[in-house]
């Protein structure tokens, strides 16, 4: 790890006059994992939103890299109204050859032949994989995910995980990514931001996550296991 | 000569508006064009009244309604489709207080008997500035209809190439207000689009099945026109919906 990547200070964000996160600073390095964590409303996706600049904000975003890859919630991607696209016909607006392609299939434990299947028919967990291969045929530095395991079972989630762990290490990719699932902070993170419209605490999993903190992030009465391994 | 101009205005116009179409179709909005349709009867009425091109007409009138639906969507927080429905029936309202009353069934269905040459070449120079245009932003709205936050997040700017693409729109309704009348706009956008998805796999086949759907419809229904007199707005929204149940036999077959 080197150089942040992105640095974060200040960040604040106001929709339809409510305030949705208040002063959040942070910084990322070359090559980390964040996993931004909280409840629901908590302006997890606002947070990613307005790193990307899809949103208005107050404070200072600097990124040190251009090359960014975004997967939203695989619920928020239309997939039923559309015209009869094929997955190939999808991965052409990435303008990527059909090797590059072929190559990143192999590497997420896709068909090609799925490559000629219509846009929609694709299973949860298929289309899991092929939203992966999209993100990172162009071979970008910074990977932000949005509930990349979401709707697929506890088994699938964690190969999808430990799928998406080989290629940050292999390629050196800086993600910033975002779960519910504790067992993945612990499994995968370098460091870990709780969020519940303010910064809650920010650091490596297995210093800040005390049940103080994670109470103050999710609220009384929650119930955890604590790991104490990484 | 009249018949000529309809041929190639109808071709260049009917293809532009089925391409158009296949967009319109998963945006859910080809039932739009029928209201917009409706909307060009005022700009119409004012072209019979002093005497210019029916398409400038109902072009000005579909424009000023665009913009006015988008200014009250944001004055009003109320739904697109409503903000539609107030707009296009008040112009609807509007025309019938001075469209003179010979004029009416030309303004609801159409009439190309009267089709200059220059009306035509400014017909063919629009239409393929929209097929052009929409060939070049048409991946981008697929997109931005998949995810406007990947669109976003791809730099693409969903804001512009809507707008274009409701530029497009408003272009084809008033050209094809002509052919078909203020009545039935909505049929020529929308009907070679479903016929075309039901015998494609693919965008490629999607898009061509659309532009070239839409402007064999306008041919047959000229050319019906010229043999039996029967107004070609009907003729072509008639031979258009044949097309559609056609492709319905073809439509089980498709893997």
């Known amino acids: ?230 | 000569m009249g018949i000529i101009s309809a041929l190639i205005m109808g071709t260049f116009v009917g293809a532009a508006a089925g391409y158009l179409g296949t967009l319109m179709l998963f945006k859910r909005m080809a039932l739009v064009a029928g209201p917009l349709g409706h909307l060009t009867l005022p700009g119409i009425a004012l072209a019979f009244l002093f005497g210019f091109d029916i398409s400038l007409g109902a072009f000005i009138i579909v424009a000023l309604g665009i913009i006015l639906i988008w200014w009250l969507e944001i004055k009003t927080k109320l739904p697109m489709e409503a903000l539609t429905a107030i707009v296009f029936a008040a112009g609807v309202a509007i025309t019938f207080l001075f469209i003179p009353e010979e004029k009416t069934i030309p303004a609801l269905i159409g009439d190309i008997s009267q089709i200059s040459p220059i009306v035509t070449a400014v017909a063919v120079i629009l239409s393929l500035f929209v097929i052009f245009t929409l060939k070049k932003i048409y991946k981008k709205i697929i997109l931005a209809e998949i995810s406007e936050d990947i669109a976003k997040s791809e730099g693409i700017n969903v804001k512009k190439y809507n707008f274009i693409y409701l530029l497009c729109i408003a272009i084809i309704v008033s050209l094809g207000a002509k052919i078909v009348g203020g009545l039935m706009t909505a049929a020529l956008v929308a009907i070679p689009a479903c016929t075309s998805k039901n015998i494609s796999k693919n965008i490629f086949q999607y898009s061509l099945g659309g532009l070239v759907l839409g402007g064999l419809s306008c041919v047959v229904g000229i050319l019906g026109f010229k043999f039996t007199g029967i107004p070609a707005g009907l003729l072509i929204v008639l031979s258009s919906a044949f097309f559609f149940l056609i492709s319905l036999i073809f439509h089980g077959t498709k893997k």
Request: aromatic letters at 10%.
């Open chain 1, 1 to 230: 790890m080197s150089d942040p990547i992105l640095k974060v200070k200040n960040l604040s964000v106001k929709l339809e006059e409510e305030e949705v996160l208040k002063n959040i600073s942070f910084e990322v390095k070359k090559g980390e994992v964040l996993i931004i964590l909280g409840p629901n409303g908590a302006g997890k996706t606002t947070l990613l939103k307005a790193l990307l600049g899809l949103i208005p904000y107050k404070g200072k975003v600097t990124w040190a890299s251009k090359n960014i890859s975004y997967l939203p919630p695989q619920e928020l991607v239309q997939r039923k109204y559309l015209p009869p696209m094929t997955i190939e016909e999808f991965f052409g607006f990435k303008n990527v050859s059909k090797e590059k392609i072929l190559e990143i299939f192999k590497e997420v434990g896709l068909d090609p032949a799925l490559l000629k299947r219509p846009f929609g028919a694709l299973s949860t967990g298929q289309f899991q994989r092929m939203a992966i291969a999209w993100a990172l045929v162009d071979e970008p530095e910074v990977l932000l995910f949005n509930e990349v395991a979401y709707g697929i079972d506890a088994g699938a989630e964690e190969t999808i995980y430990s799928l998406l762990h080989r290629f940050w290490e292999r390629r050196n990719l800086t993600v910033l990514l975002i779960t519910h699932d504790l067992n993945i902070v612990y499994e995968h993170a370098d460091n870990v931001l709780c969020l519940n419209k303010k910064e809650i605490c920010y650091g490596e999993p297995i210093k800040i996550l005390t049940p103080e903190n994670l109470e103050k992030t999710y609220g009384t009465g929650i119930k955890f296991y604590k790991h104490t391994h990484k």
